[in-house]
């Protein structure tokens, strides 16, 4: 009897930790499933993929990187040679693994996948199906192209923009019915809703069971609120400003803060009382997101995509601050949570010290207030969205 080989499954996410993380948890999740199935990320020499991809234990690919110019530039003229040399090698890649499937969480890395797949049907060979997630609230054109070309089109949330997937159907023998090049013989649909993809360790985070832990590792005390302060992993000056310019109001009302500001920053807090029981612990960098969201009973964060799917994911009320700058994608991350009384929107230059002492202290100082806004982003948030995913892909693949 033949014996079937393993899976083989690309992921095509890098850049951002908004794009790899997921790629990584919906590889942690086909791992599970399948402890044989051959994972293989593409990434480029640009990304944080070089680091943040080995240290998970996959193997990387690189492929030329092809960032669109935003305006009309030299570059653009160049633009079409760097993608044909991108298709190129990531064709190269899909046919030496043997892939069975592409799964795109966009960016510049998605794009050349998403073409490279879709050229067998131009050149004789076995299409390979694609998969396309989409993270943000507002699509990119890399999963907008993608998912013309895709066999399902994944969303974190509603209204995205993005469609065009084909989602299978059974066609009388117990498979997903194909029109002849891979595809699934229905018609193009909306995006299929699953959140997006965290961590294992964020997934099944149970804040209170490891809050007596997380406190003391991070040398907070054991009793009374906690506020985590976080900008992302370089920091964010008006984050820091603002929440470091009320320390002292903080710390006096009892309120303890775990404040991540930056690797190249650095915090005033010589106003807090050194003798009040509350502390005010500032660190270049948190490396243990688990314990920092069990050690805390609210955030002030910004509201990137990944941001807002752990933070709501361990149930974690939050002021989220979206970037002053962008297409006002991140306020649009940010709103399902808000919607539903997990967390407020706070604009960049309405978070003051003064914003902090008049509308955080308040809500940290009331327990019951808290407690519902847990509830509430919790039932927002998508536990299982890397596990969602991880079946979708071998549906695809039909096995």
Excluded: W
Excluded at 218 to 235: I, N
Excluded at 285 to 312: I, K, N, W
């Amino acid at each position: 009897m033949a014996v079937e080989r393993p899976l083989s499954v690309i992921v095509a996410g890098g850049g951002t930790a908004g794009h790899i993380e997921p790629a990584m948890a919906v590889a942690d999740a086909l791992r599970r499933r399948d402890p044989a199935i051959r994972i293989t990320a593409l990434g480029t020499e640009r990304g944080l993929e070089t680091r943040l991809v080995p240290e998970r234990g996959y193997p990387l690919e690189l492929i030329p990187p092809v960032p669109l110019p935003r305006k009309p530039t030299a570059d653009l003229l160049r633009l079409p040679g760097r993608v044909r040399a991108s298709v190129a090698r990531t064709r190269a890649i899909i046919d030496a693994v043997d892939a069975d499937v592409i799964v795109g969480f966009g960016g510049y890395v998605a794009l050349p996948a998403y073409l490279a797949a879709g050229r067998g049907l131009l050149r004789n060979r076995r299409r390979v199906p694609i998969v396309v997630h989409e993270a943000n609230a507002k699509a990119g054109i890399a999963n907008k192209i993608g998912a013309r070309l895709a066999t399902r089109v994944l969303a974190a949330v509603p209204g995205s923009g993005i469609h065009g997937g084909r989602r299978p159907k059974d066609d009388g023998r117990g498979r997903p019915g194909d029109d002849g090049r891979g595809r699934s013989a229905v018609g193009g649909s909306e995006a299929e809703i699953v959140g997006i993809p965290v961590r294992q360790s964020i997934a099944t985070l149970d804040r209170s069971a490891l809050r007596a832990e997380a406190r003391a590792h991070f040398g907070l005390p054991a009793d009374g609120p906690v506020l985590l302060v976080f900008g992302g992993s370089q920091g964010a000056r008006s984050l820091n400003e603002a929440v470091s310019g009320a320390a002292a109001q903080l710390t006096a009302a009892g309120i303890s803060v775990l404040h991540a500001h930056g690797p190249k920053n650095t915090l005033d807090v010589s106003g807090v009382d050194p003798d009040s029981p509350a502390k005010y612990v500032a660190v270049p960098y948190l490396s243990r997101m688990d314990l920092a969201y069990a050690a805390s009973d609210a955030a002030v964060c910004r509201s990137g995509a990944m941001t807002v799917a752990e933070v709501s994911a361990v149930g974690l009320p939050a002021f989220y601050v979206p970037l002053p700058h962008g297409n006002g994608e991140q306020e649009l991350n940010a709103r399902p949570i808000v919607s539903l009384g997990g967390g407020r929107i706070v604009p960049d230059a309405e978070l003051t010290p003064k914003y902090v002492i008049d509308e955080v202290i308040p809500v940290l100082s009331d327990a019951t207030r808290l407690s519902d806004m847990a509830v509430a982003a919790a039932g927002a948030g998508h536990r299982d969205a890397a596990d969602a995913v991880a079946r979708i892909v071998v549906e695809v693949i039909g096995r």
